[in-house]
């Protein structure tokens, strides 16, 4: 009787032992790849943009921030576009989208929908990211909608000021702005772009940047923000002609004003004289050591390297000069003023 009790309890014992650590795996169970894309495939909007002035359109992600139709995505899937047209995963389209916020370095860009009830998807953070680890993409690249990706975090990139996370899952024309998620669901990057003629070169803004533009409120109707935009770098590169000037919306007539009321720019003209000529080497022997670099990007695709120097010539806050990915060589020039307020320049 005795080692018929003891044989009973040592089952029992043995039966929970063996049961507790599967009920403890499956608590902790990371969500399957199925289970992810079911999950945010509700979250995920795809966005074109176009500037109807210049015949030109292009595709772009976006992932849902609050259910009263807040959206994140890339600040330069909206950058030089007078509109927009933002379709949820059930295919509604909205085209009236007003700009909130903006962070030109970092990429990263808020708009806004007359849309409620969306399905918000959750943040998580960055900062604990490693190496190795598992993430996925969902984006609509090429409009191909609602395109799962699967790869691992393949580094951590160090720019001026901050940090981008590169992966391995395939992404696309289209794919910017689209969320990077990591194994239980959660967004931990905003897709940026990809290395153009490379394999699985691709970047994420990491979304512990993203929260501090969610606080700024400045709604802008699309148009409206590209004016603001193009008077900034109309002014920044001195492109005072006549089609600039309309492009615009300025109404004031610069060429009619007194050279000493216009931008100093004879100095700098040495410097615009390198387009097509300079390296980043070069440049260096005379302004000296760049201060910072940023990526351009342009169609989703990093295409050049962007590197700030002082101004030799006291004229101008800070200079910026563009070069090309490929051929390496000066294709853009940029000045800020002494007075530049860097909320507006970000």
Known sequence: MHTCRSLCLSVVVLAVWLFFPLVGAAQTAKPSPEEIYKTAANSVVSI????????????????????????????????????????????????????????????????????????????????????????????????????????????????????????????????????????????????????????????AIPIDYAPAIFNENLPRAMDVFYQQEMKDVIFKLGRFDAASRQLAGCDVDLASLHADERPPLADIEDVRGEINAWTAEDAALTLGRATRHRFGVFDDEI????????????????????????????????LYPKDANWLEYK
């Open 303 to 334: 295409t050049g390297d962007i590197y700030a120097y002082r101004d030799p010539t006291n004229q101008f806050r800070e200079i910026e000069l563009l070069f090309d990915k490929v051929s390496k060589l000066l294709i853009g020039v940029y």
């Open 48 to 203: 074109e943009t176009f500037n109807d002035a210049e015949g030109r359109s292009e595709l772009a992600s976006g992932f849902v921030l609050t259910a009263e139709g807040a959206i994140v995505t890339n600040y330069h899937a909206i950058s030089g576009m007078t509109r927009a047209v933002v379709r949820l995963p059930n295919l509604d389209a909205y085209d009236d989208v007003q700009v909130t916020a903006a962070d030109r370095v970092r990429d990263l860009a808020l708009i806004k929908i007359k849309a409620l009830n969306l399905v918000p998807l959750r943040l998580g953070r960055s900062a604990p990211i490693e190496v190795g680890d598992t993430v996925y993409v969902l984006s609509n690249p090429h409009n191909f909608r609602d395109t799962l990706s699967q790869g691992i975090v393949s580094g951590r990139r160090q720019c001026d000021g901050y940090r981008t996370l590169q992966f391995s899952a395939a992404i696309s024309k289209g794919s910017s702005g689209g969320p990077l998620l990591k194994a239980n669901g959660e967004v931990v990057g905003v897709v940026a772009g990809l290395k153009p003629g490379e394999q699985n070169l691709n970047f």
